[in-house]
Nanobody, 122 residues
Framework: QVQLVESGGGSVQAGGSLRLSCAAF????????MGWFRQAPGKEREGVAA???????TYADSVKGRFTISQDNAKNTLYLEMNNLKPEDTAMYYC????????????????WGQGTQVTVSS
């Protein structure tokens, strides 16, 4: 049974930084993609960044140069380092897993965490 548990959200001022973590349990396939998505109130869930089992990364244009996705395979943990945060980054952030290559399309992911809230004030 796959389980994803996010942590690290919080409230920061614009220009600040946060680091999100996602601990993954119960997956065994060697080919996968893990991604970060976010959803603000009244908006659709959007892809932020993803990393595959080979370490290749994909980013949404809105976060390129500010966010960095990484993974620690020994700890089965996914990270999202977020710098220079903006008020428009405010959302619930979710990590997700799919058993194939990376795409930033929420509907193509098989497993989801419960989310962690990020709030950026101006």
């Amino acid at each position: 049974q796959v389980q994803l548990v996010e942590s690290g959200g919080g409230s920061v001022q614009a220009g600040g930084s946060l680091r999100l973590s996602c601990a993954a349990f119960g997956y065994t396939y060697s080919t996968y993609c893990m991604g970060w998505f976010r959803q603000a109130p009244g908006k659709e869930r959007e892809g932020v960044a993803a990393i595959d089992s080979d370490g290749s990364t994909t980013y949404a244009d809105s976060v390129k140069g500010r966010f960095t996705i990484s993974q620690d395979n020994a700890k089965n943990t996914l990270y999202l380092e977020m710098n220079n945060l903006k008020p428009e980054d405010t959302a619930m952030y979710y990590c997700a897993l799919r058993w194939a290559g990376c795409v930033l399309i929420a509907g193509w992911y098989n497993h989801w965490g419960q989310g962690t809230q990020v709030t950026v004030s101006s």
